[in-house]
């Protein structure tokens, strides 16, 4: 099926995401205070190799040319985090000018360049400072987050008109405050709980706040998302899929739609009501632009006695015979579109907009080219599942490529690449693989992308 980017309409958003923790490096340059990732890297034995972010893609520094790079891939919008300790050392109080000024000087090469930024106010990198009296579980954040979005908009806002809240905050309060695999650490029901309760309040709040301040403004939050399956046609592995499907795609959006938290299909969350104050149904609600959809994969679901509360594990890919990515999440295109009609489902949802897609595939260098055909088929199949999507009536209305360049990929350190431009770790050497001179040539309308 050849399509092009017109098919889209001219006013679809095209872009490319990146995080300030896994770009940025400069971890303790010009006055930044520790994150949770800078302390959680530093610990034995919780990310692959040993690696860190300290250095990660050097984009502290290195910003000019990478915006250029941007630039020259003809991608109008780039969407980045804001690294909060960079900002607010200790997470509140002192602000840090430095900080603010690499910022600012951010922004307006973007701007000059006519690249639209879209800033992520969270991307999982919490100043250290403020996770030591309790982070997310933490009642108080819901203020600290406040006076720290309200800084951030009102030192920014003058050029930046899109924003988002929070980035998957399903996997940072899972992955950090229940399992204990990504920072800060943490584990069990009793730290998880109240973190997804502050946090789905604070990515209401800090909506309602930007709208209040900036209302011509466009406001959004982002969730994961991977539709989920049983993988046997019975009872047990349907309920099993029902309950995980709550947990993993429905916890943060259904509460700011005003659908409440999914506890009827989750009783697990019914223990969530001795954190939750008088007013906080109210607060959990706001009209957002649109929804942040960051699809991948899918996953296939079996029932298990094994696994507390839901009673539910996915059946890992490397061991269903299908196409996997380094990261051993199943290749399979029709996911996006069946996350963007399962989303469309969504009545009081005005707009999604795909913050985040693609694939950490192996590349093939040679001298000075890098050859990645994967990624390149695996942009080209879900970019056709989106349009597939759209002419089916979904309200989606853009596409960000996971991710600009390779980096610091959380608990995996350096070993998986989704980058449009590989990175040499020593030598910070910059190369456009083969996957991100399509994307510049379909985004100029060079040439159509020709799927099955």
Not at 26 to 47: L, M, N, Q, R, V
Not at 89 to 101: A, S
Not at 323 to 331: A, G, I, L, N, R
Request: charged share 25%; aromatic share 14%.
């Amino acid at each position: 099926m050849p399509f092009n980017r017109e098919a889209f309409g001219q006013d679809f958003n095209w872009g490319v995401s990146t995080a300030a923790y896994q770009i940025e490096g400069g971890h303790a340059a010009e006055g930044k205070g520790p994150s949770i990732w800078d302390e959680f890297t530093g610990k034995k034995k919780k990310i692959l190799g040993g690696h860190h972010g300290q250095i990660a893609c050097d984009f502290y520094n290195r910003y000019p040319q990478d915006i250029r790079l941007i630039h020259s891939l003809h991608i109008p919008n780039y969407r980045f985090s804001i690294s909060w300790s960079r900002i607010f050392p200790l997470g509140r109080g002192r602000v840090n000018q430095q900080g603010v000024d690499f910022y600012h000087r951010l922004i307006d090469s973007l701007t000059s360049l006519g690249i639209r930024p879209w800033i992520t106010l969270y991307h999982w990198d919490l100043p250290a400072a403020l996770e030591n009296e309790g982070g997310w579980t933490n009642r108080e954040i819901l203020n600290w987050f406040a006076d720290y979005v309200e800084f951030c908009v009102k030192t920014f806002g003058d050029r930046v008109n899109h924003w988002m809240i929070l980035n998957e905050p399903m996997v940072f309060t899972g992955a950090g405050y229940f399992l204990g695999v990504h920072a800060p650490g943490r584990r069990g029901i009793d730290h998880f709980l109240p973190a997804v309760h502050h946090a789905a309040i604070c990515q209401a709040e800090g909506a309602r706040m930007i709208k209040s301040m900036q209302s011509q403004s466009q406001v959004g939050t982002t969730f994961s998302y991977s539709p989920i399956e049983p993988w046997r046609d019975n009872d047990r592995d349907r309920m099993a899929a029902v309950k995980l499907d709550a947990l993993l795609n429905r916890l943060f959006i259904e509460p700011l739609l005003g659908m409440g938290y999914p506890t009827r299909d989750l009783k697990l969350l019914q223990r969530m009501e001795k954190y939750v104050k008088d007013g906080d149904s109210e607060k959990l609600v706001f009209d957002i632009d649109f929804a942040g959809l960051q699809n991948y994969t899918r996953e296939l679901v079996r029932y298990t006695p094994f696994v507390p509360f839901i009673r539910a594990k996915p059946v890992r890919a490397s061991k269903r015979n299908v196409p996997v990515t380094q990261m051993d999440w199943e290749v399979h295109p029709p996911c996006i579109y069946q996350a963007l009609m399962r989303w469309h489902q969504y009545k009081n949802l005005r707009k999604i907009i795909v913050t985040e897609n693609g694939a950490a595939f192996e590349d093939q260098r040679k001298d000075q080219s890098v050859h990645d055909p994967q990624r390149l088929d695996y942009l080209k199949d879900h970019i056709a599942q989106v349009l597939a999507a759209k002419r089916a009536g979904a309200k989606v209305d853009g596409y960000f490529v996971w991710t600009l360049m390779d980096n610091f990929e959380w608990a995996e350190g350096y070993n998986p690449k989704f980058g449009l431009i590989h990175v040499d770790f020593e030598t910070q050497e910059r190369i456009v693989k083969s996957s991100g001179k399509w994307y510049a040539d379909f985004l100029q309308g060079i040439l159509s992308a020709d799927v099955s």
